[in-house]
């Protein structure tokens, strides 16, 4: 079945400094789709990428997906540290809209 | 507040017991999607409903099973609790045009 990974698993940086998540399908995703998860909450939609090669940007965090659709980042600039929190990615895995998330990669922000 | 509704938001149990959690869509939201998570497997989709109907399936044990209402909210209902079932439950809701899941804040079960 469609796997979904991510890497790393886990991420500490100084606060200034930036940050990249990738994740990884092993199918071809009509849409990938990211999600914020702080300490103790609930996972938060961030935004949807659906066309190949797509750059996002929302303030300091840009998203991009791949060419072949199979793979996605996100990357955060001069991180801080309301940035704290894993970070999943997610592709569909019917066409019912389920999703498929990864196992999410912890950040860290140390000041 | 996501506009997401789940209930309770704590369930400590033992083991063999059976539990109900509940959860009401954001208004408008047709599909309710339930989530299993734990600390080594991450966000396991178990089940989609949509206005009614069971949608999709995942990881789901036999042992669970949920429905939904035609009020729309959903329950999920998990018995001959194990040890393992010990986890973070979420349910997720979306309206089918707009992307994205709202989450609720999710019932933390703990099976003793």
């Known amino acids: 079945g469609q796997q979904v990974m991510q890497i790393p698993q886990y991420q500490h940086v100084q606060e200034g400094e930036d940050f990249t998540t990738y994740c990884n399908s092993s199918?071809?995703?009509?849409?990938i789709q990211w999600y914020k998860q702080r300490p103790g909450g609930h996972p938060v939609f961030l935004i949807q990428l659906v066309k190949s090669g797509e750059v996002k940007k929302q303030k300091r965090l840009t998203f991009q997906f791949g060419e072949a659709k199979k793979n996605s980042s996100l990357h955060i600039t001069a991180t801080q540290t309301t940035d704290v929190g894993t970070y999943f990615c997610?592709?569909?895995?019917?066409?019912?809209?389920?999703?498929?998330f990864g196992k999410g990669t912890s950040l860290l922000v140390t000041p | 507040d996501s506009g997401v509704t789940q209930t309770p938001k704590h369930l400590i149990t033992a083991t063999g017991q059976r539990v109900t959690l509940r959860c009401s869509p954001r208004s408008g939201d047709l599909s309710v999607y339930w989530y299993q998570q734990s600390l080594d497997q991450g966000l396991q989709f178990l089940i989609q409903?949509?206005?009614?109907?069971?949608?999709a399936k995942g990881n789901i044990l036999e042992r669970f099973s949920a429905q939904q209402f035609p009020d729309l909210h959903s329950e999920l209902n998990l018995s001959s609790l194990e040890l393992g079932d010990s986890a973070l439950y979420f349910c997720a809701s979306s309206d089918g045009t707009d992307p994205g899941y709202t989450f609720g804040s999710g019932t933390r079960l703990t099976v003793v």
């Open positions: 997610a592709g569909p895995l019917y066409s019912g809209y389920a999703l498929n």
């Open positions: 199918t071809t995703l009509s849409n």
């Open positions: 409903y949509y206005n009614g109907e069971e949608r």
